[in-house]
T-cell receptor, first 105, second 117 residues
């Protein structure tokens, strides 16, 4: 079945350390993938999409077809990065469990 | 950018009454909108897909007579929680996708916190 998996439920990282939130997919071809973020007491919002190949708030995500991954990365974590992160494909509207990123001071 | 407005942000009602939640796409059209329920510190759980001009599609385990969905226009979907009970207390979120944009991301409302007393 075509799906996206985030293996980590919780990720704790020290401020200033690199961050990598994992996302693996099992789609054939080239899926359109997004990363969404939900900060505390805020609405869920789009963080970035792979097709745009942009960096948002210091985060980047590259589609790796060989590893079938779309990991979200940031070289230096900031406290304001603490949030829930969801990796999702464009053709699905059902969200997985997501990964809670907790930045330690 | 595309904005989804959800109203009200919070509502308190008594058991047995009904509550209507509105979801509007402000600067784009959406033939399909989605309703989710979110429990504390958990992911969004899809309840139903709202289709403009036709019946909503409900996920397994969601009572269609309890959660009435109406999608009367390309910019408005409503969720009515009928005969609400305390166990219906939750955070309800809607989302929509711009029909004019291929493979566009979902845009989310700010959510509605429902408390049934």
């Amino acid at each position: 079945a075509q799906r996206v998996t985030q293996p980590e439920k919780l990720l704790s990282v020290f401020k200033g350390a690199p961050v990598e939130l994992k996302c693996n997919y099992s789609y054939s071809g080239s899926p359109e993938l997004f990363w969404y973020v939900q900060y505390s007491r805020q609405r869920l919002q789009l963080l970035l999409r792979h097709i745009s190949r942009e960096s948002i708030k210091g985060f980047t995500a590259d589609l790796n077809k060989g590893e079938t991954s779309f990991h979200l990365k940031k070289p230096f974590a900031q406290e304001e990065d603490s949030a829930m992160y969801y990796c999702a494909p464009s053709d699905k509207i059902i969200f997985g469990k997501g990964t809670r990123l907790h930045i330690l001071p | 950018g595309a904005v989804v407005s959800q109203h009200p942000s919070w509502v308190i009602c008594k058991s047995g009454t009904s509550v209507k939640i509105e979801c509007r796409s402000l600067d784009f059209q959406a033939t399909t909108m989605f309703w989710y329920r979110q429990f504390p510190k958990q992911s969004l759980m899809l309840m139903a897909t709202s289709n403009e001009g036709s019946k909503a599609t409900y996920e397994q385990g969601v009572e269609k007579d309890k959660f009435l969905i109406n999608h009367a226009s390309l910019t408005l979907s409503t969720l009515t929680v009928t005969s609400a009970h305390p166990e219906d207390s939750s955070f309800y979120i809607c989302s929509a996708r711009d029909v004019a944009s291929y493979n566009s991301p979902l845009h989310f409302g700010n959510g509605t916190r429902l408390t049934v007393t």
